[in-house]
């Protein structure tokens, strides 16, 4: 029936023109089919067009999603960040002033005392600069070039940028790295050293010598890091040890310096490379932590 | 006013020792008494402080990691019905706009004063200025 109209209306249309030869049964046959054929390709072109317009909108959710993630991350860096560096900044204004007032009367004793305290809160500022450098690292990509990891260097690296933390304590640190030609990042292998070795040293039993096991293990789908302490470990059935999250110094913590970044990067490097992080610790016993990422 | 007894709060101990500094000078006579821990003051003061007749001042910071500031102040409240003793200064080194609306409805609250402390500042939100 549809076909039969369509057939009326064509040969209405066909009218118009003045070459009656050209309207037989077959001529009109095989042009309405053209004009179906062409209807039937529009309908499929317009399903397809739906189809990634859909997709994109799919994708454009999940863009929006990491891109709201990231500004929830920000957000709670910016407010982090503007807290503790502004208060450390306050403590160096606030010791200077305390330093001219005490040398223009000449009081030597509390000037040093002054001074030390000046030392130890730019110590700290630049301690944290420190972290959100690593941190605005973890976050772009340029942790993920990937080099043959050299076990000296990263054992190298790592002393180095933990010698403020292992100058003044009683601390054994034993490295049992067993790789060969590992394909890897050099900066993850050492942010993520540097940051439990830093843990494990800040929360040292005191009076007894910390002993900190640091080991890289290759294995054939993955690598293994793992750092493992005797120090004053953490209870983690507490709901309030929320260890990775950013700017978290509840509890003992608070006792000790630091600035709450350093789990939080290693938390955030270690999801993105597909890892997982494993805790264990006791209370008084002490702490390990093993992350695995596998291998692409 | 002039305080018998001045409380200083704040987890940083450098910023104590700064603050004690500040405030000494702001009222020499005054017996100044630092708090790391918010649940230390918490404790004295229930022990020692609750009764005082005469009014004390309290240097708050906002931000600190066992508590904050307003969560102390609240508990106070909980505890004592009449803290018309207790006069507080909020410290803080954070945003104060967002500070001042959420400590804003504690009638003990004198003011705000933003990190670093100084005499003037203390002066300046406690004659009112």
Known sequence: MELENANRLTLRQLRKFPDDTLYTKENIAAFVKLVNDSYNSFDEERRLNNHVVDLSSKELNTINEQLNEKNEFLDSFNHGMAHDIKNHMSNITGLVTMLKKYHTRNEKIVVNTIIEKLELSSNQLTVIVQGFLYLSRAESNIDNQFNIINGEEVINAVKAETLFLTMDRDCEINYKFEIDKLFFSFHVIKIIFVNLISNSIKFSKKGVQAKINVSLIQNPESVVLSVSDNGIGMDLKNPNNKIFQLFNRTGDTKMVKGTGVGLFIIKKIVERNDGKIEVNSQLLEGTTFKITIPLK | ?129
Not at chain 2, 1 to 23: A, C, E, P, R
Not at chain 2, 101 to 108: D, V
């Open chain 2, 1 to 129: 006013m002039n305080y018998n007894k001045i409380f200083l709060i704040d987890d940083n101990s450098t910023t104590l020792f700064y603050n004690q500094d500040v405030v000494s000078e702001y009222s020499p006579s005054s017996e100044v008494i630092s708090f790391e821990d918010p649940d230390e003051f918490m404790r004295v003061y229930k022990e020692k402080y609750s009764t005082e007749k005469d009014p004390m001042l309290l240097l708050l910071d906002i931000n600190m990691p066992q508590k904050l500031g307003y969560e102390l102040l609240e508990e106070l409240e909980e505890v004592y019905e009449d803290l018309e003793n207790l006069h507080v200064l909020m410290v803080t080194s954070s945003n104060l706009r967002n500070d001042v609306e959420k400590s804003s409805r504690f009638l003990s609250v004198l003011g705000y004063i933003e990190k670093p402390l100084t005499v003037t500042k203390i002066n300046n939100v406690l004659n009112g200025f």
